[in-house]
C-alpha cells in the first residue's frame, strides 16, 4: 500500500535508529528535537478529511456500542441515554476544537503546548499524567479487541476453543483463554507501533485501497480515499451487527429496557454519570488533540 511502509526493526541499532529524534549534524535535547520542533510542511500529511474520517470511525468503535446498554443499566430509558450520549459528544468536539486549534495554527504537538500553559519544568507532570492514562487506555482497547478476536477463534475452532482448560484461579478475574486472546491481539498490534503518525492516516485505507484504485492517485482523492475504509465499513459493520441483535432479540421493545427506573435527584446523577461515561470513550486523546491536528 503506497504510503504505509510498515518494517519491524530487527536489531538493537535499527530500534534506535527509528526512535531517534536527533542526528549527528542536529542533536536532540530534552528542550527541542523534531518531535518538540514544529512539523515541517511537507510533514503535514493529515487534512480535515483524515480527522474528520478518525472521529467518525472513533465513534463507531466497540467501546462506544456499550455506552447504551451500560446507561440502561443504570436506569436511563433510552432516550434519556440517547441525550446524554449528545451532551457527551458535543462537549467532546468542543473539547477537540480548541485543543486542536493550536496544533494546526502553529503546528506544534501537545507538550509544547503544556509548556505555554504550566512551564518548561511544569509541563513534565502533565506529560506524565497523558502517558499513563494512554498506556491504561491502550490496554482496555486491546482487551476489547482480543474479546472480538477470540469470537473469531471460536467461529473458525469451534468448541476446541470454547472449552479450553482454565489454568487460571477465579480471583485474576480473566481466565486462560481470553488471556491467550489478549496476548495474541497485542501481538497484532506490536507492528504497527512503528508506523510514524505522518503515515498513520493510511491504516484508514487497508480495506478500500484492496478494493478502489482511487488510493494511488494524489491530491484530495487520496485523502478521501485514505479515509473510505472508516467512513464506511465501521458504520456498516456496527449497523450490521445491531440488525443482528435485533433480530436476535425478536425485534426492538423499547418498553422493556432496562430493569428499573430513576427519577428525581437520583435521575440527574445517572444522567451525569452517562455524560461522564460517554466522555470516558474519548477524553484521552482529547488532551493532546494537537498531536494529531499539527
Same mark, same amino acid.
Given at each position: 500500500m503506497e504510503g504505509l511502509n510498515i518494517y519491524m526493526p530487527k536489531s538493537k541499532k535499527e530500534w534506535k535508529a527509528i526512535i531517534a529524534t536527533g542526528s549527528e549534524h542536529d542533536p536532540a535535547s530534552q528542550w527541542i528535537n523534531k518531535d518538540l520542533a514544529p512539523t515541517p510542511k511537507e510533514a503535514r500529511t493529515w487534512s480535515w478529511i483524515s480527522l474528520t474520517s478518525y472521529w467518525w470511525g472513533n465513534a463507531f468503535n466497540s467501546s462506544q456500542w456499550s455506552n447504551g446498554a451500560s446507561l440502561i443499566a443504570v436506569g436511563l430509558n433510552w432516550w434519556q441515554a440517547l441525550i446524554a450520549c449528545m451532551l457527551a459528544n458535543l462537549i467532546s468536539s468542543t473539547v477537540a476544537l480548541a485543543l486542536g /486549534?493550536? *496544533? @494546526?495554527?502553529?503546528h506544534i504537538g501537545y507538550p509544547v503546548l503544556a509548556r505555554s500553559v504550566f512551564g518548561i519544568y511544569g509541563h513534565y507532570f502533565f506529560v506524565w499524567i497523558r502517558a499513563v492514562v494512554a498506556i491504561i487506555? %491502550? *490496554?482496555?482497547l486491546t482487551y476489547f479487541g482480543s474479546q472480538h478476536l477470540s469470537v473469531i477463534f471460536r467461529c473458525i475452532f469451534g468448541n476446541s476453543w470454547e472449552n479450553m482448560p482454565n489454568h487460571l484461579p477465579?480471583? @485474576? *478475574?480473566? $481466565? $486462560? /483463554?481470553? !488471556? !491467550?486472546? %489478549?496476548?495474541l491481539f497485542w501481538l497484532i498490534e506490536l507492528p504497527f507501533q512503528v508506523v510514524h503518525p505522518t503515515r498513520i492516516k493510511y491504516l484508514f485505507a487497508v480495506c478500500f485501497s484492496m478494493l478502489s484504485p482511487t488510493f494511488s492517485h494524489r491530491g484530495c482523492a487520496d485523502q478521501f480515499a485514505a479515509s473510505q475504509a472508516e467512513l464506511i465499513f465501521c458504520p456498516l459493520a456496527c449497523l450490521g451487527t445491531f440488525a443482528w441483535y435485533v433480530n436476535y432479540g425478536g425485534g426492538i421493545r423499547v418498553n422493556t429496557f432496562g430493569a428499573t427506573r430513576v427519577h428525581g435527584g437520583a435521575l440527574g446523577w445517572a444522567m451525569l454519570n452517562g455524560i461522564s461515561s460517554c466522555l470516558g470513550v474519548t477524553s484521552a486523546l482529547l488532551v493532546n488533540q494537537p498531536d494529531l491536528t499539527r
Open positions: /486549534r493550536p *496544533g @494546526a495554527r502553529y487506555w %491502550f *490496554g482496555v477465579t480471583s @485474576a *478475574g480473566i $481466565s $486462560s /483463554r481470553d !488471556l !491467550l486472546a %489478549f496476548f
